[in-house]
């Protein structure tokens, strides 16, 4: 019997806003109290924990020695960007493109693949204490007079 990954808590419920520090939280995950620092993408899950049969039937929790082998694929767009233990709970990705990036989590144990999470999306700014916007200057110092 094919066994995949039961992964309903990283799809349940996803989270971004200024509470949370800039963090995008899946399923319920609570963000760190660090700020995501410009010009990254900070995500946060809690570790899927359960198994189904193919007919998406739980068959129970994912065995202790098999925790750790749990890896969460972080797509961008159709691409995957970063492959992590599924056991950190938490990942920065530093210096993603600029502009809004969209991003999907499955995770894989053995043979299986869980479905995927739901699309969670962030504006990626410029690193800077501006975020790259140009600001006029305000003494006129540098304008002909």
């Known amino acids: 019997m094919k066994l995949t990954i039961s992964l309903v808590l990283l ?42 049969d193919k007919d998406g039937k739980d068959i129970g929790p994912i065995p202790a020695d098999k925790v750790p082998l749990v890896m969460c694929h972080i797509y961008r767009a159709s691409q995957e960007v970063w492959l992590v233990p599924c056991v950190n709970e938490q990942q920065i ?25 739901n699309t969670r999306c962030k504006k990626v700014g410029f690193p800077g204490p501006t975020d790259g916007k140009i600001e006029a200057p305000t003494d006129g110092s540098i304008q002909p007079k």
């Not at 990705?93 to 999470?117: F, H, I, K």
Request: charged share 10%; glycine share 12%.
């Open 93 to 117: 990705m530093p210096n993603q493109p600029r502009g809004t990036q969209c991003y999907v989590m499955t995770a894989s144990l053995d043979a299986g693949v869980s479905d995927p999470s």
């Open 11 to 52: 799809g349940l419920s996803v989270s971004a806003s200024a509470k949370d520090n800039g963090w995008l939280t899946f399923g319920g995950a609570v963000a760190p109290a660090t700020a995501c620092p410009v010009g990254a993408v900070c995500l946060a899950w809690i570790k899927p924990s359960g198994l189904v």
